[in-house]
């Protein structure tokens, strides 16, 4: 609502300064006038009482005198004589009977009056005093009310003469301290407002009105200078307004041309392009894409045709061969690869071509994609590949004609170097051992250049296994040890015997441990050489650094920068006094690291060097560019069951006659009963006729090769059961293994080794016993069958509890365990029976269908010996691990079946 306007109100400040400051002075005046005559009235009246008390005292005294004389007459003239006193209004004398004796004045209603007062009339003689009546008197208070008429007067004149003074000194003072200030303020704002000049305000004071003065002149200033930079802002303005309507003319004429260029541009790709908005509808794409995809369906590529529309209409058409067979499942997939764009694609067309897909999202979640013809660089591919297999099968052959001749050379020097001892000739055993390293250090050069080969080609293979360590170190420092010895050096091997097992190649290991301390040998006359092995933390759980220390001649910084390239040495003088071909330690890398870990070195010249082997305890094998296989499965090591004879008969198929020869008088003088084929279609003669012991097979062999044999001699019931050594120089022990040999050795022959593996397939002396934990009773079964018909006991349980009450009543030679089980899965049965030591040495095999974490595998770190994983497209793989398994844990045989 509003508000009703008042009806009386002031307009100036000077008004309402009067009208706060006028009632203030006037109620201050009345209040001390008003004080003053309060504090006269009171004395006036004090005055007053006084008088009448002394007058009562005095005229009581004075009457005693008359009263007791009885003169009347006296007593009327004394109160006469007090009647003259204005003030007094009335007076009266009583008897001692109280009777009424003489008066003057008003004697009725005195003692009513306000000041009245009486007192005894005694008189006093011989000492004693007698009440003989009593004094009255009355007084008035005219007198005193006169007094306060012509006080209240004079304090109206003097209130209305200091009320005026007052009125008038505000007055001059609120003209002289905020009156002037003001006008000239407003004068100031006044002429601000229309438009004028801002004139500062000319007032100077300390007060409050010169604060606020100062600070408009301040606020004035300040805003003539944002006046000013206002009008200098918006005159720059207008002027960037035109310039930039001038430069936005220019850049949407730019704009155009660059669309223009930009269209020209994608139309000009000489691959396929096409950007799909976040709605997936075609916003552009060039004649090439539709040509490319879509011939004969351009018309429904324009802009705003949606993707799914397109590639039905392609799908329909016939024009993806990936979509001919189920259309429906293949447009579902690029639908999917198209929303969320990765890895480049390829599809193969109808007509023969291949288009490469690349498609990448944008900021605003549209779809950007390049299509290119790949048809001639697939074919390129294809003849590339074709050209590596010709290379590949090049460097077999190179690796057969070059290693065969060498082979034969060392084995036949090896061979008459014993005669030489047995006859007692020393003079031909030093130049047949040199003859014998001659060899072997050849031999050594081409393997290490066909290594590289491999490795460059990215087909070498990695063949993980699960082996002793310490055993493998202790193994290549005896090899290296005469080396040192004849540079005078001290060879030190510092490897705990609880070092533990390793899950890595072996051969390859082994290799970079010979070359590693071959080196340190090599370039350290009469110092020191030592091995140090450890266990060391790894991100998975533990890893094994191999240290070899020499004090030999050292590398500068410039040397390590170049020592792990291919054919290269410290330099050429090393070259020429130390010899080699500069690819051992570039090749050891490589093998290090492929398996997931690294050689390091640390030197300086003159002062030894120190090269760090780190690997972790599961390797991770890598071929380079593909990931390595594992280590191939082998069959069961299937005893020797033929008939019973002093000495085991071995065939040996080799096509080269210096290999068989060897071979013959190599087991031969291990006692053997040794016969040899030619080729493999001698070999499968003798072999089904003979049924011999064992069978050394050499691969590279006119008409029916090694794999061909090996094919024959297994599918044949009467022959399958007969051990299988490959004895050769292609490295391909997977494909051996797949094809059901017992063992693969590659060429040279090494005579111990090989007369431990014949010595495997002896009858044994006792049945092996294995214990399998798993919940899955058709894996049980398939494990008992396998196990059953290796000739081993087997002994079941359906879960980790059963299974340690299974353990009282057996001693088990291996383990199989399933990780995940009811009741007690196989973890916990791992921790429970590293509580047994009795089963410390037990083999375990985890037998697991689960993708096992780096936790998992910190868990079982150390406690089990091989992890098999169960996959439903590997059961061939996964029964050939078991053989192995078998294989390598049936206890061995006695020395007396050697013969």
Same mark, same amino acid.
């Given at each position: ?393 090049? @460097?077999? !052959?190179?690796?057969? =004609? ?8 060392? *084995?036949?020097? #090896? $061979?008459?170097? +014993? ?22 250090? @050849?031999? !050594?050069?081409?393997? =290490? ?8 080609? *990215?087909?070498? #293979? $990695?063949?993980? +296994? ?42 390859? $290991? ?390």
């Amino acid at each position: 609502m509003d508000q009703k306007p008042r009806k009386f109100y002031f307009r100036s400040l000077r008004a309402k300064f009067l009208a706060v400051v006028t009632p203030l002075v006037l109620i201050s005046t009345i209040f001390v006038f008003g004080l003053f005559e309060f504090n006269a009235q009171r004395e006036a009246e004090d005055r007053l009482n006084d008088k009448l008390e002394k007058l009562v005292a005095i005229q009581s005294a004075v009457v005693a005198e008359s009263m007791w004389n009885v003169a009347d007459e006296q007593i009327k003239l004394i109160l006469k004589a007090l009647a003259i006193d204005p003030d007094i209004s009335g007076a009266a004398v009583y008897d001692d009977q109280d009777i009424l004796v003489a008066w003057t004045g008003k004697v009725e209603g005195l003692e009513q009056e306000q000041f009245f007062a009486e007192k005894e009339i005694v008189y006093v003689y011989d000492d004693s005093r007698e009440v003989i009546g009593r004094l009255a008197i009355a007084l008035t208070d005219a007198q005193i009310l006169a007094a306060a008429r012509q006080r209240l007067t004079t304090a109206g004149i003097l209130g209305a003469l200091l009320l005026g003074a007052i009125i008038f000194s505000t007055l001059i003072a609120n003209r002289r301290t905020i009156g002037i200030p003001l006008e000239r303020l407003l004068s100031s704002i006044n002429s601000a407002r229309g438009g004028g000049e801002r004139v500062p305000v000319d007032w100077i004071s300390r007060d409050e009105i010169g604060v606020v003065v100062a600070a408009f002149n301040e606020m004035q200033k300040r805003q003539q200078a944002d006046e000013a930079a206002l009008r200098k802002a918006r005159d720059e303005l207008e002027q960037r307004v035109e310039e930039r309507t001038r430069e936005l003319a220019e850049a949407t004429l730019a704009a155009k041309r660059a669309q223009m260029q930009l269209s020209h541009a994608i139309e000009s790709i000489s691959d396929g392009f096409s950007l799909y908005g976040p709605d997936d509808r075609l916003i552009v794409c060039n004649r090439r894409y539709r040509e490319l995809l879509y011939h004969g369906i351009e018309d429904i590529v324009v802009a705003g045709a949606s993707f799914d529309e397109i590639i039905h209409s392609a799908a329909e058409k016939g024009l993806i061969k990936d979509a001919l067979d189920a259309p429906e499942d293949w447009i579902a997939e690029r639908i999917a690869q198209h929303r969320n764009p990765g890895d480049t694609h390829l599809q193969e067309r109808a007509d023969g071509r291949w288009i490469r897909v690349s498609e990448r999202k944008t900021d605003d979640d549209s779809t950007v994609a390049v299509y290119t013809d790949i048809t001639e660089l697939k074919e390129r591919e294809q003849e590339a590949e074709e050209a590596n297999r010709a290379k590949s099968q090049f @460097l077999a !052959n190179m690796s057969h =004609e070059l290693r065969t001749p060498l082979n034969a050379v060392i *084995g036949i020097t #090896e $061979m008459l170097m +014993e005669d030489a001892e047995e006859f007692g000739q020393e003079d031909f055993i030093e130049p047949l051992e040199r003859i014998s390293r001659a060899g072997k250090h @050849l031999l !050594n050069l081409i393997n =290490e250049i066909l290594d590289l080969s491999k490795i460059e080609a *990215g087909k070498f #293979e $990695m063949h993980i +296994e699960s082996f002793d360590l310490p055993s493998l170190i202790h193994d290549a420092t005896t090899t290296v040890r005469p080396m040192a010895e004849k540079n005078g050096n001290e060879l030190t091997v510092d490897c705990p015997d609880d070092l533990g097992a390793i899950s890595a190649d072996q051969t390859r $290991m082994r290799q970079i441990i010979l070359n590693l301390l071959s080196n340190a040998c090599k370039f350290t006359e009469k110092g020191q050489v030592v091995l140090m092995a450890r266990e060391v933390p790894d991100d998975l759980g533990s890893a094994v650094s191999i240290a070899i220390t020499d004090t030999g001649i050292g590398l500068s910084a410039e040397q390590i920068d170049r020592l792990f390239e291919e054919f290269s040495q410290a330099d050429s003088s090393t070259t020429r006094r130390f010899g080699g071909t500069g690819l051992g330690l570039a090749i050891s890398r490589r093998l290090a690291r492929m398996m997931g870990g690294d050689i390091e070195v640390q030197s300086a010249l003159g002062e030894g060097a120190t090269f760090t082997f780190r690997l972790p305890r599961i390797a991770i094998a890598s071929s380079g560019e593909d990931d390595a296989s594992p280590l191939p499965e082998r069959p069961p090591a299937l005893p020797i069951n033929s008939a019973r004879r002093d000495n085991p008969r071995i065939l040996v198929v080799d096509d080269d006659r210096a290999s068989r020869e060897l071979m013959r008088v190599m087991l031969a003088k291990q006692g053997y009963d040794v016969v040899t084929a030619v080729d493999g279609r001698e070999g499968l003669e003798l072999a089904r006729r003979m049924k011999p012991s064992a069978i050394t097979l050499d691969v590279v062999m006119p008409e029916l090769d090694g794999w061909e044999f090996l094919k024959e001699i297994k599918s044949d019931t009467e022959t399958a059961a007969i051990p299988v050594i490959m004895a050769t120089m292609t490295e391909e022990p997977d494909r051996g293994f797949a094809l059901g040999a017992s063992e693969y050795m590659t060429k040279p022959i090494d005579r111990e080794k090989m007369k431990a593996l014949l010595s495997k397939y002896h009858p044994q002396d006792r049945t092996p016993e294995v214990l399998v934990v798993e919940d899955d009773p058709d894996v049980r079964d398939v494990l008992r069958g396998i196990f059953s018909k290796s000739g081993w006991d087997v002994t079941e349980a359906e879960n980790g509890n059963v299974g340690i009450e299974r353990l009282d009543g057996c001693q088990p030679d291996l383990i199989m365990l399933d990780l995940l089980m009811p009741e007690m899965d196989g973890f916990q049965f791992l921790e429970a029976l590293r509580q047994r030591h009795e089963y410390g040495r037990v083999t375990i095999v985890v037998l697991t269908a689960a993708n096992l974490t780096p936790e998992d595998h910190r868990r079982l770190n150390g406690g089990v010996t091989q992890i098999v994983q169960k996959t439903d497209t590997g059961r061939s793989e996964l029964l050939a691990t078991i053989r192995e398994i078998i294989a390598e844990n049936t206890p061995q045989p006695s020395q007396e079946a050697v013969g």
